[in-house]
């Protein structure tokens, strides 16, 4: 299917464990992001991608790690999951020099 | 850095009702600027897309407008509908840079 999917849509953990949202898409766009979504402060960028290999950070970087090996793939890892990293994570791309956005369904993260 | 603020922050409208969404932003170097609806449990879709040449873009019953120079854009919705619930968001876009987001408009129209 056509379009961007993140997975998995629902994952609860524990403190201190692992974790890894995934998200892919099938158009070939350049540009990836992780967003954060928490009730007060709206949606925070965590890490963004130009392209595969490059990466940058965003407004709230702390305790994730991303990766880009290839184009339509781009997770997000929690190295060592914090109770405060409980939040709902989209994944949106969009092609170079376009800002029409487009999301993902969502990836709802517990921390127990 | 850019600053978005989304006012109300909540409306609840009777059904049939014209409404206004606001939002204004704090640095007018922009080049264009996205309206997105998102329903509970979604993810973001996009409603309008408003290039900063222009003043106005239109979808249907959506009107979206931009006064870059103000560092605002209106939507508005015409003879509002139930199915219109949800959260707006809006985001100024500047070249390649992330899109900043405010934190929204929760919308509620009661038939």
């Known amino acids: 299917d056509a379009g961007i999917t993140q997975s998995p849509r629902y994952k609860i953990t524990e403190t201190g464990r692992q974790v890894t949202l995934m998200c892919h898409q099938t158009?070939?766009?350049?540009?990836m992001f992780w967003y954060r979504q928490d009730l007060g402060h709206g949606l925070r960028l965590i890490y963004y991608?130009?392209?595969?290999?490059?990466?940058d950070k965003g407004e709230v970087p702390d305790g994730y790690v991303v990766s880009r090996s290839k184009t339509e793939n781009f997770p997000l890892t929690l190295e060592s999951a914090t109770r405060s990293q409980t939040s709902v994570y989209f994944c949106?791309?969009?092609?170079?020099?376009?800002?029409?956005?487009?999301f993902g369904a969502g990836s709802r993260l517990t921390v127990l | 850095k850019q600053e978005v603020t989304q006012i109300p922050a909540a409306l609840s409208v009777p059904e049939g009702e014209n409404l206004v969404l606001n939002c204004s932003f704090t640095?007018?170097?922009?080049?264009?600027l996205q309206w997105f609806r998102q329903d509970p449990g979604k993810g973001l879709t996009s409603l309008l897309l408003?290039?900063?040449?222009?003043r106005e873009q239109t979808s249907g019953r959506l009107n979206a407008s931009l006064d870059k120079s103000s560092g605002r854009s209106t939507l508005y919705i015409a003879a509002s509908q139930p199915g219109d619930s949800a959260t707006y968001l809006c985001?100024?876009?500047?070249?390649?840079?992330?899109?900043?987001f405010g934190k929204g408009t929760r919308l509620s129209v009661i038939a």
């Open positions: 991608s130009a392209a595969a290999d490059i990466t």
């Open positions: 408003i290039q900063s040449s222009q």
């Open positions: 640095d007018s170097a922009i080049y264009n």
């Open positions: 985001a100024p876009g500047e070249g390649n840079t992330p899109l900043v």
């Open positions: 949106a791309s969009r092609v170079e020099g376009a800002n029409v956005l487009t």
């Open positions: 158009w070939s766009h350049s540009y």
